[in-house]
């Protein structure tokens, strides 16, 4: 399984202070240009199971969708190790992402593609299941290949029974007042492959898979 690997400060802060941040940004890069984007992220995970710690050890499983394009729809698999995040992703088209939500998921098994064949594991061993969706209201400024901030304007979630990310109708509960703004700074790390691979059972590390 390919990964990218990030170290990641978050922080909420008023609406105010956002623009002051963005004024400095734009201030101290004028050629700079902000990328607006929109995530839907499916968080699956096993309700019966739940606990603050391991959750906070485990890696988290996911299927996303960027800016409402069914040509974008992603497996994702993230965790965290001593601050670091590693995260893995891959692409799915529309169908796939039908059959896995309808639990059609034997094609998945043995998949040539690993992250596709660990979700199989997920779901059919540790009985992972839609939980909720969050949605993000993003702009981001990419300072670098390595590093880039972003802004999270809005955020909100629905759960419930067949939550789907193509559902434009589902209740979504805001997550951050009107007033707040939260935002991450991110920085990708580059880890020796030989110690990765040590620590990960011999995956490979990813040049720039899915750094967003």
């Given at each position: 399984m390919k990964y990218i690997t990030y170290r990641e400060e978050e922080n909420i802060v008023k609406y105010s202070k956002y623009m002051k941040m963005k004024t400095s940004i734009l201030r101290e890069l004028p050629k700079i240009k902000a990328a607006e984007e929109s995530i839907r992220r499916l968080r699956f995970m096993n309700p019966h199971e739940y606990n603050y710690i391991q959750e906070a050890e485990q890696a988290k499983y996911y299927i996303s969708m960027h800016n409402g394009d069914m040509q974008q729809i992603f497996i994702e698999s993230e965790s965290i190790q001593?601050?670091?995040?590693?995260?893995?992703?891959?692409?799915?088209n529309y169908d796939e992402y039908e059959k896995i939500i309808n639990n059609d998921i034997e094609?998945?098994?043995?998949?040539?593609?690993?992250i596709i064949?660990?979700?199989?594991?997920?779901?059919?061993?540790n009985a992972v299941t839609p939980a909720y969706i969050t949605e993000y209201e993003r702009e981001i400024y990419n300072f670098?290949?390595?590093e880039k901030v972003i802004f999270n304007k809005k955020i909100s979630r629905a759960a419930g029974k067949n939550?789907?990310?193509?559902?434009?109708?589902?209740?979504?509960i805001?997550?951050?007042?009107?007033?707040?703004v939260s935002y991450s700074f991110?920085?990708?790390?580059n880890i020796p492959s030989v110690v990765f691979n040590i620590m990960n059972n011999s995956e490979e590390v990813a040049g720039g898979l899915c750094f967003q």
């Open positions: 001593d601050d670091i995040t590693y995260k893995a992703s891959t692409r799915i094609w998945m098994q043995n998949h040539k593609d690993q064949a660990d979700f199989y594991l997920q779901i059919t061993i670098s290949k390595k939550i789907n990310l193509l559902d434009e109708n589902m209740l979504m805001n997550c951050l007042s009107e007033d707040k991110i920085r990708k790390t």
